[in-house]
């Protein structure tokens, strides 16, 4: 694998991974409304998975060339862990963002020990799924 890309290269890339964002995008929409009838584990934690790649993907459609993947991995995993240990927080004008479908869908609820395992398969998954689109 190159480190350095071509402009269509890096086209190519960055149009994969917008394709890859729109489809985590509707797998996590798809997660919300299929929610109830999941088994145990999906309905409770499993939506860390597509969320993680959801964030992989949309930074890499900014930096597409493969020296930030690992970086683009690391980080988006470290950064929803971040945001899980935030639900501790409850400030009223946090807690108000939180109530509504786009907040609660962006930073969550509360705080669930449970949320983070899947947040580093989405980021091991995410890795491959940048790592694959790069070939």
Avoid at 68 to 82: D, E, M, R
Avoid at 91 to 111: D, E, N, V
Wanted: aromatic residues 18%; contains cysteine; glycine residues 8%.
């Amino acid at each position: 694998m190159s480190q350095n890309f071509s402009p269509r290269t890096g086209r190519i890339s960055r149009a994969l991974a917008g394709v890859i964002c729109v489809t985590m995008v509707a797998l996590c929409l798809a997660y919300h409304f299929c929610r109830p009838s999941l088994p145990d584990w999906w309905r409770s934690s499993g939506g860390g998975i597509p969320y993680v790649m959801f964030w992989m993907s949309f930074w890499f459609v900014i930096f597409p060339q493969a020296r930030y993947v690992l970086a683009i991995a690391v980080g988006c995993t470290l950064f929803t862990c971040g945001l899980e240990v935030l639900q501790l927080w409850h400030p009223p004008w946090l807690t108000a963002f939180r109530s509504t479908l786009f907040g609660a869908a962006l930073l969550g609820k509360q705080f669930v020990w449970n949320d983070i395992p899947p947040y580093f398969v989405g980021g091991a998954l995410g890795w491959l799924m940048l790592h694959t689109t790069l070939r």
